[in-house]
């Protein structure tokens, strides 16, 4: 009888146990559940006491990287559109930070901040500049959105993980960067597209792996594709190549490159379509008026003598690239060696003041669209990048954090525990596209709306208008330089042409009055 009694619960207790397995097995919301039913749940457990915890055992909101604890925590809560305010002051040391940017409100500006509870949360926000105006290209635009995602190629990221970006990009009418992995099935979700040109032209190379015309015309023509970016190099691996063991290369991976599947897959260190700058322009001419689609260029920032060399031919040419995407030394969602992810090209704030200095004193920086990436998903780092020349943004692993990733930084181990960065089919399917499109789009708007916030502050209607007087940073307790000092601007340097200008503030500037506050009384002046 005693042992009856013993079995009952604890027969009841693994009942429930299973029952709980179950449903996380079904539902679709958490992918870390999906995959890890029941031990899953014990990440949300230390999560919702993790605060306690840290505070008097592990570490602070502020000393985990590469996204600290509050980081992560705003972007998860912009993507489920929770409360993703902050209380009781900030607990950032300012103080004694050197480097640390404040931005500059302003008493009286241009643009009044409307008081409406829901004021930003749906703000169109496009570039300030028409991408291939300048130079003419037959499918110049200009972009909706500001706030784009970066090059994350499928192979590196899944096929699940690339179809709810692509179909979050469509949600927020905003760009998906392909990468160089090629034009997957998963990137015809309804996002406009990037394609990326790496040095082993996946997707448009010939069975000898050289480039093809021929195919880049093709698949442009049958897929959205509003832009051709040509990769020199990147943040996490500057001028390395690649390899794909051939373990991952799938059917999949092999038709969307144009590789033989399971057979180790090698992306170049260079480019064999051109050797120097003057081949470069060459080649970017020829992609243009083959295609008529604006056409750039992505690197990360070294040695300066490249970026001269280019600017002169610009100048002098006639021949030119239509934007400029600047990825930061930070590293970012591709697997490096260790030396070249902590010390090898500058961080985006360096790199990029150098070469929009170059373009500005060739006179070239209103015919450039300036693109940044390297943490630039979080609007502090944002609006310092808006205010040194950038015209957008591109978000890579901010975007994964919105869609379900822990920052466990088994990227390149082929384990993701959340099905972001694997190919392995049990941990992908626990990543639900339809549901973390929604989740992305959220974060991308919630971005758009804090950068809107920001520029209102600071006396102007859009991100693009806020200039180098605008920020300050912090050399410690008792000083700061204003930021065109700091990298060494001209004051107007940052800012778009007056005519580009004049066009965002009319794009911008509703009809309904701003501010939203009680009309003025008979005393008031002026």
Same mark, same amino acid.
Not at 95 to 103: A, D, F, M, R, S
Not at 370 to 376: D, Y
């Given at each position: %009888?005693?042992?009856?009694?013993?079995?009952?619960p604890?027969?009841?207790?693994a009942?429930a146990?299973?029952?709980?397995?179950?449903?996380?097995?079904?539902?679709?919301?958490?992918?870390?559940?999906?995959n890890?039913?029941?031990?899953?749940?014990?990440?949300?457990?230390? =999560?919702?006491?993790g605060?306690?915890?840290?505070?008097?055992?592990?570490?602070?909101?502020?000393?985990?990287?590469?996204?600290?604890?509050?980081q992560?925590?705003?972007v998860y809560?912009?993507?489920?559109?929770? /409360? /993703?305010?902050?209380?009781?002051?900030?607990? /950032?040391?300012?103080?004694?930070?050197?480097?640390?940017?404040i931005?500059?409100?302003?008493?009286?500006?241009?643009?009044?901040?409307?008081?409406?509870?829901t004021?930003?949360?749906?703000v169109?926000l496009p570039?300030?500049?028409?991408?291939?105006?300048?130079?003419?290209?037959a499918?110049?635009?200009? #972009?909706?959105?500001?706030?784009?995602i970066?090059g %994350?190629?499928?192979g590196?990221?899944? $096929?699940?993980a690339?179809?709810?970006?692509?179909? $979050?990009?469509?949600?927020?009418?905003?760009?998906?960067?392909?990468?160089?992995?090629?034009?997957?099935?998963?990137?015809?979700?309804?996002g406009?597209?990037?394609?990326q040109?790496?040095?082993?032209?996946f997707?448009?190379?010939?069975e000898?792996?050289?480039?093809s015309?021929?195919?880049?015309?093709?698949?442009?023509?049958?897929a959205p594709?509003?832009?051709l =970016?040509?990769k020199l190099?990147?943040?996490?691996?500057?001028s390395l190549? $690649?390899?794909?063991?051939?373990?991952?290369?799938?059917? +999949?991976?092999?038709a969307?490159?144009?590789?033989?599947a399971?057979?180790?897959?090698?992306?170049?260190?260079?480019?064999a379509?051109?050797?120097?700058?003057d081949?470069?322009?060459?080649?970017v001419?020829?992609?243009?008026?083959?295609?008529g689609?604006?056409?750039?260029?992505?690197?990360?920032?070294?040695d300066?003598?490249?970026?001269?060399?280019?600017?002169?031919?610009?100048?002098?040419?006639?021949?030119? @690239?239509?934007?400029?995407?600047? !990825?930061?030394g930070?590293?970012?969602?591709?697997?490096? #060696?260790l030396?070249?992810?902590?010390?090898?090209s500058?961080?985006?704030?360096? $790199?990029?003041?150098?070469?929009?200095?170059?373009?500005? =004193?060739h006179d070239?920086? =209103?015919?450039? @669209?300036?693109?940044?990436?390297?943490?630039?998903g979080l #609007? !502090?780092?944002?609006?310092?990048?808006?205010?040194?020349g950038?015209? %957008?943004?591109?978000?890579?692993?901010?975007? %994964?954090?919105?869609?379900?990733?822990?920052?466990?930084?088994?990227?390149?181990?082929?384990t993701?525990p959340?099905?972001?960065?694997?190919q /392995?089919?049990?941990?992908?399917?626990?990543? !639900?596209?339809s549901?973390?499109?929604?989740?992305?789009?959220?974060?991308?708007?919630?971005?758009?709306r804090?950068?809107?916030?920001?520029a +209102?502050?600071?006396?102007?209607?859009?991100?693009?208008?806020? !200039?180098?007087?605008?920020?300050?940073?912090?050399?410690?307790?008792?000083?700061s330089?204003?930021?065109?000092?700091?990298?060494?601007?001209?004051?107007?340097?940052?800012?778009?042409?007056a005519?580009?200008?004049?066009?965002?503030v009319r794009?911008?500037?509703? +009809?309904?009055?701003?501010?939203?506050?009680?009309?003025?009384?008979?005393?008031? @002046?002026?």
């Amino acid at each position: %009888m005693t042992w009856a009694r013993r079995a009952v619960p604890a027969a009841a207790a693994a009942a429930a146990v299973v029952a709980l397995a179950a449903r996380d097995l079904i539902q679709r919301d958490h992918a870390l559940l999906r995959n890890f039913p029941v031990l899953g749940r014990a990440r949300y457990v230390l =999560e919702a006491i993790g605060p306690e915890l840290r505070q008097y055992i592990v570490a602070g909101n502020n000393e985990e990287r590469p996204f600290t604890r509050d980081q992560r925590r705003w972007v998860y809560a912009s993507a489920k559109q929770q /409360n /993703n305010y902050f209380g009781f002051g900030t607990d /950032n040391d300012i103080e004694y930070t050197p480097g640390y940017p404040i931005i500059k409100h302003r008493t009286f500006g241009r643009a009044v901040p409307p008081s409406t509870p829901t004021a930003g949360h749906d703000v169109r926000l496009p570039c300030a500049k028409v991408l291939g105006a300048a130079r003419g290209r037959a499918h110049a635009f200009r #972009p909706e959105s500001v706030v784009n995602i970066s090059g %994350m190629s499928f192979g590196s990221l899944s $096929g699940n993980a690339i179809a709810a970006l692509n179909k $979050g990009a469509a949600l927020a009418d905003c760009l998906q960067n392909t990468g160089e992995g090629g034009l997957s099935p998963y990137h015809r979700n309804g996002g406009d597209l990037v394609f990326q040109l790496g040095t082993a032209y996946f997707g448009c190379r010939d069975e000898q792996g050289r480039f093809s015309l021929d195919r880049l015309k093709e698949l442009v023509a049958g897929a959205p594709v509003k832009a051709l =970016e040509i990769k020199l190099s990147q943040g996490a691996k500057p001028s390395l190549g $690649g390899l794909l063991p051939g373990a991952k290369v799938s059917a +999949e991976i092999a038709a969307t490159r144009g590789i033989p599947a399971g057979q180790d897959c090698v992306s170049p260190s260079r480019h064999a379509e051109f050797s120097d700058c003057d081949s470069l322009l060459d080649w970017v001419e020829l992609l243009a008026a083959e295609t008529g689609l604006p056409v750039g260029i992505k690197s990360a920032v070294g040695d300066l003598g490249f970026w001269q060399e280019l600017a002169t031919l610009m100048r002098d040419t006639g021949r030119g @690239v239509d934007f400029v995407t600047i !990825d930061g030394g930070e590293g970012g969602t591709g697997a490096a #060696p260790l030396i070249f992810t902590d010390s090898v090209s500058l961080p985006f704030q360096q $790199g990029f003041s150098r070469v929009y200095k170059i373009f500005a =004193e060739h006179d070239l920086h =209103e015919q450039v @669209v300036f693109v940044g990436g390297g943490k630039l998903g979080l #609007p !502090d780092n944002a609006v310092v990048a808006f205010a040194l020349g950038c015209d %957008m943004v591109n978000v890579g692993r901010e975007a %994964m954090l919105s869609i379900g990733c822990i920052q466990a930084q088994k990227c390149h181990t082929d384990t993701c525990p959340t099905g972001v960065a694997t190919q /392995n089919t049990w941990l992908a399917r626990g990543l !639900d596209p339809s549901l973390k499109s929604v989740r992305a789009a959220n974060y991308l708007r919630t971005l758009r709306r804090d950068l809107v916030k920001v520029a +209102e502050a600071c006396g102007v209607e859009h991100p693009g208008l806020i !200039d180098t007087d605008a920020v300050e940073i912090l050399d410690g307790r008792t000083g700061s330089t204003p930021l065109h000092e700091v990298y060494g601007y001209q004051r107007h340097w940052g800012l778009p042409s007056a005519a580009d200008q004049a066009e965002i503030v009319r794009l911008m500037t509703p +009809e309904a009055p701003q501010g939203g506050s009680a009309p003025p009384s008979a005393t008031a @002046v002026g």
